[in-house]
């Protein structure tokens, strides 16, 4: 009866020990993974791991069309940029520098403002001025006056759009081709990311201005614009409404896409963004 009784326990000792170092497999393959998804930064409009705007797999700032992204655990050595704290003004921004082509042009201040502010894009088919959010959504729009201050944006290509099916367009990776068929397009950033805002009762309808992203608190200088309405999931911080210059974006899309997949791609017509500038109480 003894021997018996150490026989069950052993064996209840070896599955508890078996399931636990099943568990640990899991949790370092989740980690492993959600680490990889933060180094790619683009937005994709499929489930699989495809650029917002752009091609590119495994390393856009993605948009997913409905199905939220599968929850992951933490990985502990990765800082995580802290939201805006009324108290002080401040925001966090956390370097990044693995998160695929950069164009470092320095952090932002993290001291902000939530003044009302308008932010005109000078295109090569016309300007676009979008409102700002800036008391919703403050580090993102201190981010933008940041950047467009150092010419970030300056010549760098649209490189997603998305088919009345999903209507967006993608903006905002300063490295991309936009021919639909470089692999880089939608892995470019600024070197640095930020954490999500405004996303409670978020939704994504025509004229909407928001972050592409790759994961929760990924932002960085990704983009897109909503020309219709779609069914998008509160993931991306909405920062924006255009107010003027939406059907520019309307004739791009009339002329289609290159290279679809998964009903998005390089768009025909060439979009240019010439300058950003952000005007208002700073």
């Given at each position: 009866?003894?021997?018996?009784?150490?026989?069950?326990?052993?064996?209840?000792?070896?599955?508890?020990?078996?399931?636990?170092?099943?568990?640990?497999?899991?949790?370092?393959?989740?980690?492993?993974?959600?680490?990889?998804?933060?180094?790619?930064?683009?937005?994709?409009?499929?489930?699989?791991?495809?650029?917002?705007?752009?091609?590119?797999?495994?390393?856009?700032?993605?948009?997913?069309?409905?199905?939220?992204?599968?929850?992951?655990?933490?990985?502990?050595?990765?800082?995580?940029?802290?939201?805006?704290?009324?108290?002080?003004?401040?925001?966090?921004?956390?370097?990044?520098?693995?998160?695929?082509?950069?164009?470092?042009?320095?952090?932002?201040?993290?001291?902000?403002?939530?003044?009302?502010?308008?932010?005109k894009i000078k295109t090569?088919?016309?300007?676009?001025?979008?409102?700002?959010?800036?008391?919703?959504?403050?580090?993102?729009?201190?981010?933008?006056?940041?950047?467009?201050?150092?010419?970030?944006?300056?010549?760098?290509?649209?490189?997603?759009?998305?088919?009345?099916?999903?209507?967006?367009?993608?903006?905002?990776?300063?490295?991309?081709?936009?021919?639909?068929?470089?692999?880089?397009?939608?892995?470019?950033?600024?070197?640095?990311?930020?954490?999500?805002?405004?996303?409670?009762?978020?939704?994504?309808?025509?004229?909407?201005?928001?972050?592409?992203?790759?994961?929760?608190?990924?932002?960085?200088?990704?983009?897109f614009i909503v020309f219709?309405?779609?069914?998008?999931?509160p993931s991306y911080t909405?920062?924006?409404?255009?107010?003027?210059?939406?059907?520019?974006?309307?004739?791009?899309?009339?002329?289609?896409?290159?290279?679809?997949?998964?009903?998005?791609?390089?768009?025909?017509?060439?979009?240019?963004?010439?300058?950003?500038?952000?005007?208002?109480?700073?």
């Open positions: 009866m003894g021997n018996r009784e150490v026989e069950v326990a052993t064996g209840k000792d070896r599955r508890r020990q078996l399931a636990r170092e099943h568990h640990e497999r899991q949790m370092k393959t989740r980690a492993e993974r959600q680490h990889k998804a933060r180094r790619n930064a683009v937005i994709g409009t499929t489930t699989a791991v495809v650029v917002v705007v752009g091609g590119g797999v495994a390393a856009a700032t993605l948009i997913d069309r409905g199905e939220p992204a599968p929850k992951q655990s933490p990985v502990a050595a990765v800082e995580e940029p802290k939201p805006y704290d009324p108290a002080t003004g401040m925001c966090g921004y956390v370097a990044d520098k693995g998160s695929g082509q950069v164009k470092d042009v320095g952090m932002p201040p993290t001291k902000v403002s939530t003044a009302p502010a308008t932010m090569s088919l016309g300007d676009i001025d979008v409102k700002l959010e800036t008391e919703k959504a403050p580090c993102t729009v201190n981010s933008f006056r940041y950047l467009a201050s150092k010419d970030y944006f300056d010549d760098s290509k649209c490189h997603r759009m998305g088919t009345k099916d999903f209507p967006i367009l993608q903006c905002g990776d300063p490295l991309a081709k936009a021919d639909g068929k470089n692999p880089t397009d939608g892995t470019g950033g600024p070197g640095y990311r930020f954490a999500d805002e405004n996303l409670a009762g978020a939704k994504y309808t025509r004229g909407v201005v928001a972050m592409a992203n790759s994961g929760p608190n990924s932002n960085g200088s990704q983009f219709g309405d779609t069914g998008l999931p909405p920062f924006g409404t255009v107010t003027k210059g939406l059907e520019i974006v309307d004739k791009v899309a009339k002329k289609g896409i290159v290279g679809g997949d998964g009903g998005t791609g390089a768009p025909k017509q060439p979009v240019e963004i010439k300058d950003v500038t952000i005007t208002g109480k700073s």
